[in-house]
């Protein structure tokens, strides 16, 4: 039922909700008055049948009544004379109202009928010197009056012929002893009636209500809902690839700068989808039949095909970067490293002699130095111009991890007190070619190292992920951020003072020629994690 609901519209819902609170309101508001009128009509009941057992035993004489209750005859001159004077008092006040004379037995748990009214024999079946059958209710009213010597009520009760409310008084001889009790009966049928009349007009109230209040409401409520019915519509027809829709804008409520506001947004659509289909026809397609992409689905379809092709750009342009600095790497290993090499020979010779001072000694040394540097620079131009990838083989992680952190320790001691850790988690066995992945290792952990300017644990970590062995190599130095993650390994970028750059381009060149690739996480001031990836021995494993 639920479920039905939440699919109805927001006009249908409204009115449902608004007639159940209809209902709600009219039924609590009915049975509220409907309470406190039966509520009224049973105090006002009571108070007139209490008036006429007050007023009828103060014409009663107790010693008439004496005498009948010790005579027990119905042919008793007083026996006449009280049953004629009940019927009397009845014929002028009510025929709603029913008088009898009780009396109580010695123990008060019995009661016998002594005079009663015609009314009374006839209606309720009273008969003279007869035992009474009492209700409840009605024997508690009178064990009441027993007690207090008042007249006394009991509460609406119902019997076999009717409802009623009965209200007793004491008849007391001239010692003031109670002999028999005066009991008036009323007929409280007519209540009942009456709540069935108001039960019947709070329908028809209810009814004529809840279509007035439908209409009513429903008009006020299209007039209302017709800013949500616009926007509805305006999705709608933006869902179908409309952007040019325009909602009226006819106030400045709530809604009102919700439209202004949808009105915006379909302006940004219809720019940003100008845009994707221009970008893709500059990219090389076309859009279907020459039109204007507008379908949702379309769109995002478009802005895969424009990444893909932007990442193939990209390595298309990066491809060429690395072709042309690899022609560059020939002609400098051609034309510059032989003399170079003479230059070299002859500080070498020139630091051999022994005539040279100390700071002519220092010189060539910082000559030679600087000769090698240039020449470690040469050897990366070399690598990304003739790249070795025919001595492919396998590789044992292990063993190759083991070796390239034997070379780093002592660096790492000198260099600032750096401790080399290794984490082997698998045995594994990778295709590449050895001497190129050992350089890649090398590289990072001597650029890890170069970058822990306080020291600390610089850690490599050798696992299996998939089809692929992982070297993980984490430092906890000064970090990089975002823009300079982005630029890390393009050609003639280093963070270093007197870096090119080269080396980190030459491994991401060398993993990449392995069909694998390096990932790098880092962050300012919390340190850099490098994972390199080579494909699995797939015989081995």
């Not at 004489?61 to 001159?77: L, Q």
């Not at 409802?163 to 002893?177: K, T, V």
């Not at 042309?324 to 032989?338: P, T, Y």
Request: aromatic residues 8%; glycine residues 6%.
């Amino acid at each position: 039922m639920w479920k039905l609901f939440r699919n109805v519209s927001l006009n249908s819902k409204v009115m449902v909700l608004t007639l159940c609170i209809t209902l709600v309101v009219v039924l609590a508001t009915g049975g509220i008055a409907l309470s406190l009128q039966m509520k009224e009509m049973k105090e006002q009941l009571t108070r007139q049948v209490v008036g006429f057992a007050s007023l009828w035993s103060s014409t009663i004489e107790g010693e008439e009544v004496k005498k009948i209750i010790h005579a027990g005859n119905v042919s008793d001159p007083s026996y006449q004379k009280i049953y004629e004077h009940l019927n009397l008092i009845n014929e002028k006040n009510s025929p709603l109202f029913h008088g009898f004379i009780l009396m109580p037995d010695e123990t008060n748990k019995k009661l016998y009928s002594v005079v009663s009214s015609k009314s009374s024999e006839e209606v309720i079946g009273i008969e003279a010197f007869q035992p009474f059958e009492a209700s409840e209710e009605f024997y508690r009213a009178l064990q009441n009056t027993l007690v207090t010597k008042e007249v006394t009520s009991s509460s609406l009760y119902d019997k076999k012929d009717g409802s009623w409310i009965s209200a007793i008084s004491p008849i007391e001889d001239s010692g003031g002893n109670i002999i028999a009790l005066l009991a008036i009966h009323t007929d409280a049928s007519n209540i009942d009636n009456f709540q069935s009349e108001l039960i019947y007009s709070l329908c028809i109230i209810f009814l004529f209500i809840t279509i007035a209040v439908y209409f009513i409401f429903q008009k006020g409520l299209n007039k209302v809902l017709e800013p949500v019915n616009e926007i509805i519509y305006g999705i709608n027809e933006v869902s179908n690839g409309n952007f040019q829709v325009k909602l009226p804008i006819k106030d400045q409520s709530d809604l009102g700068q919700l439209t202004a506001r949808f009105n915006d947004m379909t302006e940004q659509l219809s720019l940003l989808f100008d845009r994707v289909t221009t970008t893709s026809k500059h990219l090389g397609k076309k859009s279907q039949e020459g039109r204007q992409t507008s379908k949702f689905e379309d769109v995002i379809g478009e802005m895969e095909n424009i990444i893909q092709k932007t990442k193939i750009l990209k390595e298309l342009q990066r491809a060429e970067k690395m072709n042309a600095i690899g022609q560059l790497a020939a002609s400098v290993a051609h034309e510059i490293r032989n003399p170079m090499t003479v230059v070299k020979g002859f500080l070498q010779i020139f630091k051999s002699k022994k005539e040279l001072s100390t700071e002519e000694q220092m010189f060539v040394k910082l000559m030679i130095e600087e000769m090698n540097r240039a020449e470690t620079i040469i050897n990366d131009y070399l690598s990304l111009a003739k790249p070795d990838m025919e001595n492919t083989e396998k590789v044992d992680a292990v063993v190759l991890a083991h070796k390239a952190m034997d070379l780093m320790n002592s660096y790492a001691m000198m260099s600032k007190n750096i401790e080399l850790e290794t984490v082997i988690e698998d045995e594994i066995t990778v295709i590449g070619n050895r001497s190129e992945l050992i350089q890649v290792l090398i590289n990072i952990l001597k650029n890890g190292i170069e970058a822990m300017k306080d020291g600390g644990t610089l850690r490599l970590k050798v696992y299996k992920n998939g089809g692929n062995g992982v070297f993980e190599i984490k430092d906890n130095g000064i970090g990089m951020t975002e823009e300079e993650l982005a630029r890390l390994g393009t050609a003639f970028y280093s963070l270093k003072e007197k870096g090119t750059g080269m080396g980190l381009m030459v491994c991401y060149q060398i993993i990449e020629r392995m069909k694998g690739k390096i990932e790098v996480v880092s962050e300012k001031w919390q340190g850099t994690t490098f994972t390199i990836t080579v494909p699995l021995d797939e015989e081995v494993e």
